[in-house]
């Protein structure tokens, strides 16, 4: 049996899910818990693909999924650190229009040198779960379209942990923050299939959008920059989607990204 077939794409979603929002139960301190349980959580994915790679296909398995830690096409990994920092241009020139901020600036802080470093660490660990293990998957029997939301739609419920009681996400409007995670996921594998399968590329996307929203969009009010950073995002993966439609509805996996899994 290939090793693609032994665990199903849905097992994988529902073990992520399920971890995610177990380790609520965790017994962290209270006073650091809305910072912990995040980065916690971040990890999931990645102990959930690669303990069903070992119990699948054991060193072997491993190997091949962290294979997709690779630089892949250089180009790609600088187009995904600019996407990431455009649309948070694009948020902060529309705040800017909309008079929801009087000025473009940035906001540097102490803090923002380890968030630097931080910031992608925890992409990482996300990604090479969400694409790294479950896109590659899926994208050897769906169109990229098809692919990145079956991977997209569990990834925006997987935030919905950041509702639950003191965690940061309280007093964001939902449907705004949490759909446009499912449109992020196109984004992620436009350039995770570009890149010719490395995780570096969606992982330098995701880190560059959080770390860039912390440097040029820290001092908008949290409820117009959740709807701002909704436009932006989805529309974003609108425009990348009907630009070209065929690559989008097209199966070719393994011109695209090779055998992983």
């Known amino acids: 049996m290939r090793l693609s077939q032994r665990f199903p794409v849905e097992t994988f979603i529902g073990l992520t899910l399920l971890l995610t929002f177990a380790a609520y139960l965790l017994p962290l301190p209270s006073t650091s818990k809305p910072i912990l349980y995040p980065v916690v959580v971040t990890f999931i ?3 959930v693909a690669t303990l069903l790679s070992a119990v699948a296909g054991g060193n072997q398995a491993i190997k091949i999924l962290f294979t997709t830690v690779r630089p ?3 180009e790609w990994l600088a187009i995904s650190i600019l996407l990431g920092a455009g649309m948070q241009f694009t948020i902060a020139l529309l705040a800017f229009t909309l008079r929801y901020s009087t000025t473009l600036r940035l906001t540097p802080s102490p803090q923002l040198v380890a968030l630097a470093v931080i910031t992608p660490i925890l992409a990482l660990g996300e990604e090479l779960g969400w694409r790294g293990y479950a896109l590659s998957k899926l994208l050897k029997t769906n169109s990229p ?3 990145s939301l079956i991977t997209g739609i569990p990834w925006a419920l997987v935030h919905l942990a950041l509702y639950l ?5 309280i007093g964001r409007p939902l449907i705004a923050q949490i759909l446009p995670i499912a449109f992020f996921s196109i984004l992620h594998a436009w350039v995770f ?3 010719g399968g490395s995780i570096l590329a969606p992982t330098f996307l ?3 959008f959080n770390f860039l929203g912390s440097l040029m969009n820290a001092d908008l009010p949290v409820i117009q920059a959740t709807y701002l950073g909704a436009v932006v995002l989805v529309g974003s993966a609108l425009i990348v989607v009907v630009a070209k439609p ?3 509805l097209q199966i070719e996996t393994k011109k695209r990204t090779g055998e992983y899994i």
């Open 165 to 169: 009681p003191g965690m940061m996400f």
């Open 246 to 248: 065929a690559f989008w």
């Open 145 to 147: 379209l098809a692919a």
């Open 193 to 195: 299939i570009k890149s």
């Open 206 to 208: 995701h880190g560059a």
């Open 72 to 74: 892949g096409r250089l």
């Open 45 to 47: 994915p990645t102990l």
